[in-house]
T-cell receptor, first 112, second 115 residues
Framework: KQEVTQIPAALSVPEGENLVLNCSFTDSAIYNLQWFRQDPGKGLTSLLLIQSSQREQTSGRLNASLDKSSGRSTLYIAASQPGDSATYLCAVRPGYGNKLVFGAGTILRVKS | DTAVSQTPKYLVTQMGNDKSIKCEQNLGHDTMYWYKQDSKKFLKIMFSYNNKELIINETVPNRFSPKSPDKAHLNLHINSLELGDSAVYFC??????????????FGPGTRLTVL
Protein backbone atom coordinates (compact mmCIF):
# COMPACT_ATOMS: atom_id res chain seq x y z
CA LYS A 1 0.00 0.00 0.00
CA GLN A 2 1.40 3.35 -1.06
CA GLU A 3 2.02 5.89 1.69
CA VAL A 4 3.22 9.46 1.23
CA THR A 5 5.02 11.46 3.92
CA GLN A 6 5.85 15.16 3.83
CA ILE A 7 8.51 16.83 5.93
CA PRO A 8 8.43 19.29 7.57
CA ALA A 9 4.79 19.55 8.63
CA ALA A 10 5.17 23.31 8.96
CA LEU A 11 7.80 25.83 7.97
CA SER A 12 8.19 29.53 8.69
CA VAL A 13 10.83 31.52 6.79
CA PRO A 14 11.66 35.17 6.19
CA GLU A 15 10.91 36.62 2.79
CA GLY A 16 13.63 36.06 0.20
CA GLU A 17 14.85 32.72 1.49
CA ASN A 18 15.22 29.69 -0.74
CA LEU A 19 13.52 26.65 0.72
CA VAL A 20 13.02 22.94 0.15
CA LEU A 21 9.95 20.87 0.89
CA ASN A 22 10.37 17.11 1.09
CA CYS A 23 8.11 14.27 0.02
CA SER A 24 8.75 10.55 0.34
CA PHE A 25 6.71 7.56 -0.81
CA THR A 26 6.93 3.91 0.14
CA ASP A 27 6.36 2.21 -3.22
CA SER A 28 8.60 3.32 -6.08
CA ALA A 29 6.19 1.92 -8.68
CA ILE A 30 4.53 5.22 -9.49
CA TYR A 31 3.12 6.63 -12.70
CA ASN A 32 3.75 10.26 -11.81
CA LEU A 33 4.03 12.70 -8.93
CA GLN A 34 2.17 15.98 -8.61
CA TRP A 35 2.78 18.99 -6.34
CA PHE A 36 -0.19 21.15 -5.36
CA ARG A 37 -0.76 24.34 -3.47
CA GLN A 38 -3.83 24.86 -1.26
CA ASP A 39 -4.75 28.25 0.17
CA PRO A 40 -6.94 28.34 3.30
CA GLY A 41 -10.55 27.51 2.46
CA LYS A 42 -9.71 27.06 -1.22
CA GLY A 43 -9.25 24.27 -3.70
CA LEU A 44 -6.03 22.71 -4.95
CA THR A 45 -3.88 24.38 -7.57
CA SER A 46 -1.57 22.10 -9.52
CA LEU A 47 2.00 23.40 -9.48
CA LEU A 48 4.09 20.74 -11.19
CA LEU A 49 3.65 17.25 -12.58
CA ILE A 50 6.64 14.93 -12.93
CA GLN A 51 6.25 11.76 -14.94
CA SER A 52 7.99 8.66 -13.58
CA SER A 53 10.57 8.82 -16.38
CA GLN A 54 11.52 12.43 -15.57
CA ARG A 55 14.01 13.73 -13.01
CA GLU A 56 12.74 17.27 -12.58
CA GLN A 57 10.29 19.94 -13.69
CA THR A 58 10.54 23.70 -13.41
CA SER A 59 7.97 26.46 -13.40
CA GLY A 60 9.11 29.98 -12.61
CA ARG A 61 10.61 30.00 -9.10
CA LEU A 62 9.56 26.41 -8.49
CA ASN A 63 11.64 23.34 -9.22
CA ALA A 64 10.52 19.81 -8.39
CA SER A 65 12.82 16.81 -8.51
CA LEU A 66 12.02 13.12 -8.47
CA ASP A 67 14.21 10.21 -7.41
CA LYS A 68 11.90 7.30 -8.00
CA SER A 69 14.29 4.58 -6.88
CA SER A 70 14.72 6.12 -3.44
CA GLY A 71 11.06 7.17 -3.21
CA ARG A 72 11.72 10.89 -2.84
CA SER A 73 10.73 14.21 -4.33
CA THR A 74 11.64 17.74 -3.38
CA LEU A 75 9.99 21.04 -4.17
CA TYR A 76 12.44 23.91 -4.26
CA ILE A 77 11.07 27.44 -3.98
CA ALA A 78 13.51 30.21 -4.83
CA ALA A 79 13.37 33.70 -3.38
CA SER A 80 10.24 33.05 -1.32
CA GLN A 81 7.53 35.71 -1.09
CA PRO A 82 4.67 36.25 1.38
CA GLY A 83 2.29 35.24 -1.42
CA ASP A 84 3.86 31.78 -1.35
CA SER A 85 2.29 31.17 2.07
CA ALA A 86 -0.02 28.16 1.69
CA THR A 87 -0.17 24.42 2.27
CA TYR A 88 1.89 22.41 -0.23
CA LEU A 89 0.69 18.92 -1.00
CA CYS A 90 2.60 16.12 -2.65
CA ALA A 91 0.63 13.34 -4.35
CA VAL A 92 1.72 10.23 -6.22
CA ARG A 93 -0.20 8.27 -8.80
CA PRO A 94 0.52 4.59 -8.11
CA GLY A 95 1.34 2.45 -11.09
CA TYR A 96 -1.63 0.22 -10.34
CA GLY A 97 -4.47 2.72 -9.94
CA ASN A 98 -6.20 5.70 -11.44
CA LYS A 99 -6.05 7.87 -8.31
CA LEU A 100 -3.73 10.15 -6.33
CA VAL A 101 -2.34 9.24 -2.90
CA PHE A 102 -1.67 12.42 -0.93
CA GLY A 103 0.74 13.37 1.80
CA ALA A 104 -0.50 15.38 4.78
CA GLY A 105 1.06 18.57 3.44
CA THR A 106 3.58 21.18 4.55
CA ILE A 107 2.17 24.46 5.86
CA LEU A 108 4.45 27.25 4.64
CA ARG A 109 4.50 30.75 6.07
CA VAL A 110 6.71 33.37 4.48
CA LYS A 111 7.13 36.40 6.71
CA SER A 112 7.57 39.87 5.25
CA ASP B 1 -14.53 29.69 -17.82
CA THR B 2 -13.81 27.66 -14.66
CA ALA B 3 -12.20 24.32 -15.52
CA VAL B 4 -13.73 22.20 -12.72
CA SER B 5 -16.73 23.63 -10.89
CA GLN B 6 -18.72 22.35 -7.95
CA THR B 7 -22.04 23.34 -6.42
CA PRO B 8 -22.81 24.19 -3.75
CA LYS B 9 -19.71 25.68 -2.18
CA TYR B 10 -21.15 25.30 1.32
CA LEU B 11 -23.74 22.83 2.55
CA VAL B 12 -25.11 22.78 6.10
CA THR B 13 -27.67 20.12 6.93
CA GLN B 14 -29.10 17.97 9.67
CA MET B 15 -28.18 14.38 10.45
CA GLY B 16 -30.28 11.89 8.54
CA ASN B 17 -30.91 14.13 5.55
CA ASP B 18 -30.04 13.29 1.94
CA LYS B 19 -27.97 15.75 -0.09
CA SER B 20 -26.23 16.01 -3.46
CA ILE B 21 -23.11 17.77 -4.68
CA LYS B 22 -22.67 18.51 -8.36
CA CYS B 23 -19.45 18.66 -10.37
CA GLU B 24 -18.80 19.74 -13.92
CA GLN B 25 -15.60 19.97 -15.95
CA ASN B 26 -15.10 21.73 -19.25
CA LEU B 27 -11.62 20.37 -19.95
CA GLY B 28 -12.78 17.55 -22.20
CA HIS B 29 -11.37 14.97 -19.78
CA ASP B 30 -12.58 11.37 -19.70
CA THR B 31 -11.83 10.70 -16.04
CA MET B 32 -13.38 12.29 -12.97
CA TYR B 33 -12.87 11.77 -9.24
CA TRP B 34 -14.28 12.53 -5.82
CA TYR B 35 -11.88 13.13 -2.93
CA LYS B 36 -12.65 13.78 0.73
CA GLN B 37 -10.57 16.12 2.91
CA ASP B 38 -11.18 15.47 6.58
CA SER B 39 -10.78 17.80 9.55
CA LYS B 40 -7.06 17.05 9.68
CA LYS B 41 -6.77 18.25 6.06
CA PHE B 42 -5.90 14.78 4.80
CA LEU B 43 -7.11 14.15 1.24
CA LYS B 44 -8.29 10.69 0.26
CA ILE B 45 -9.78 9.25 -2.94
CA MET B 46 -13.42 8.13 -2.79
CA PHE B 47 -14.43 7.34 -6.37
CA SER B 48 -13.05 7.46 -9.88
CA TYR B 49 -15.06 7.35 -13.09
CA ASN B 50 -13.72 6.88 -16.59
CA ASN B 51 -16.05 7.65 -19.47
CA LYS B 52 -19.10 7.44 -17.18
CA GLU B 53 -18.05 4.07 -15.73
CA LEU B 54 -17.03 3.51 -12.11
CA ILE B 55 -13.44 2.27 -11.90
CA ILE B 56 -12.53 2.98 -8.27
CA ASN B 57 -14.69 2.70 -5.17
CA GLU B 58 -12.34 3.11 -2.26
CA THR B 59 -14.34 1.32 0.48
CA VAL B 60 -16.76 4.18 0.80
CA PRO B 61 -20.05 3.45 2.65
CA ASN B 62 -22.87 2.69 0.25
CA ARG B 63 -24.71 5.77 1.58
CA PHE B 64 -22.48 7.57 -0.94
CA SER B 65 -23.59 7.07 -4.53
CA PRO B 66 -21.80 8.80 -7.40
CA LYS B 67 -23.59 9.30 -10.68
CA SER B 68 -22.08 10.31 -14.01
CA PRO B 69 -24.77 11.32 -16.53
CA ASP B 70 -22.07 12.17 -19.08
CA LYS B 71 -18.28 12.54 -19.27
CA ALA B 72 -18.39 16.17 -18.15
CA HIS B 73 -20.41 15.61 -14.97
CA LEU B 74 -19.92 13.56 -11.82
CA ASN B 75 -22.41 14.10 -9.02
CA LEU B 76 -22.25 12.76 -5.48
CA HIS B 77 -25.39 11.84 -3.61
CA ILE B 78 -25.21 11.12 0.11
CA ASN B 79 -28.05 9.39 1.97
CA SER B 80 -28.74 9.45 5.71
CA LEU B 81 -26.00 11.96 6.49
CA GLU B 82 -23.94 11.35 9.63
CA LEU B 83 -21.82 13.69 11.74
CA GLY B 84 -18.66 11.99 10.45
CA ASP B 85 -19.53 12.97 6.89
CA SER B 86 -18.62 16.57 7.70
CA ALA B 87 -15.63 17.36 5.49
CA VAL B 88 -14.62 19.16 2.34
CA TYR B 89 -15.39 17.20 -0.82
CA PHE B 90 -13.30 17.86 -3.92
CA CYS B 91 -14.09 16.90 -7.46
CA UNK B 92 -11.22 16.47 -9.93
CA UNK B 93 -10.69 15.46 -13.53
CA UNK B 94 -7.88 14.23 -15.76
CA UNK B 95 -7.11 12.47 -18.97
CA UNK B 96 -7.19 8.67 -18.58
CA UNK B 97 -4.27 6.87 -16.96
CA UNK B 98 -3.15 5.57 -20.33
CA UNK B 99 -2.68 9.12 -21.55
CA UNK B 100 0.88 10.39 -21.56
CA UNK B 101 -0.18 13.49 -19.64
CA UNK B 102 -2.73 12.96 -16.91
CA UNK B 103 -2.42 15.87 -14.54
CA UNK B 104 -5.38 16.10 -12.19
CA UNK B 105 -7.29 19.37 -11.91
CA PHE B 106 -9.36 20.06 -8.83
CA GLY B 107 -12.55 21.96 -8.20
CA PRO B 108 -12.91 24.57 -5.42
CA GLY B 109 -14.42 22.09 -2.97
CA THR B 110 -17.76 21.76 -1.17
CA ARG B 111 -17.66 22.21 2.59
CA LEU B 112 -20.29 19.90 4.09
CA THR B 113 -21.31 20.42 7.70
CA VAL B 114 -23.66 17.91 9.30
CA LEU B 115 -25.34 19.11 12.52
Amino acid sequence: KQEVTQIPAALSVPEGENLVLNCSFTDSAIYNLQWFRQDPGKGLTSLLLIQSSQREQTSGRLNASLDKSSGRSTLYIAASQPGDSATYLCAVRPGYGNKLVFGAGTILRVKS
Amino acid sequence: DTAVSQTPKYLVTQMGNDKSIKCEQNLGHDTMYWYKQDSKKFLKIMFSYNNKELIINETVPNRFSPKSPDKAHLNLHINSLELGDSAVYFCASSQPLASSYNEQFFGPGTRLTVL
